[in-house]
């Protein structure tokens, strides 16, 4: 195993551990922990999923996407979501650059010859 990749992928973690983007999606989870209706709704969300998953039925996704629209309308849970996303987001942007890095550019057909940000 290189040492060099296994340096660079520990500071790459590191970085990762100290970025904005995490200790905000932190900050929020910890605020939704201190936050009852939040936290509740939330619950609410899980157990449905878990309904929806096993029955698959349409009165199920109805259900989860219900609670799911409770929770997003919450002020904690809009922020957890948002911050969840900017934290994914980041995360995406990293594995597209490890995954070009090791696959190599990937043509999309419209000329930007791999760029990380037009989403193709």
Same mark, same amino acid.
């Given at each position: 195993?290189? #040492? !060099?990749? /296994? ?10 551990? !100290?970025?904005?983007?995490? #200790?905000?999606? =932190? ?11 939040? =936290? ?6 899980? =157990? ?10 349409? !009165? #199920?996704?109805? $259900? ?8 997003? !309308? ?10 969840? $996303?900017?934290? &994914? ?11 070009? #890095? /090791? ?5 999309? +057909?419209?000329?930007? &010859? +791999? ?6």
């Amino acid at each position: 195993m290189s #040492a !060099e990749v /296994i340096k660079k992928a520990s500071e790459l973690a590191q970085a990762i551990a !100290e970025c904005e983007e995490l #200790a905000n999606l =932190r900050a929020a989870e910890a605020k939704l922990q201190m936050d009852p209706e939040a =936290r509740e709704l939330l619950s609410e969300v899980q =157990r449905l999923q878990q309904m929806a998953q096993m029955s698959g039925s349409p !009165e #199920a996704m109805q $259900q989860l996407e219900e609670a799911f629209n409770k929770f997003a !309308e919450n002020p904690v849970g809009k922020e957890y979501l948002e911050a969840n $996303q900017r934290f &994914s987001q980041m995360l995406e942007t990293v594995n597209a650059l490890l995954q070009e #890095a /090791i696959e190599g550019p990937k043509q999309h +057909g419209h000329g930007c &010859s +791999g760029c990380s940000g037009c989403g193709m």
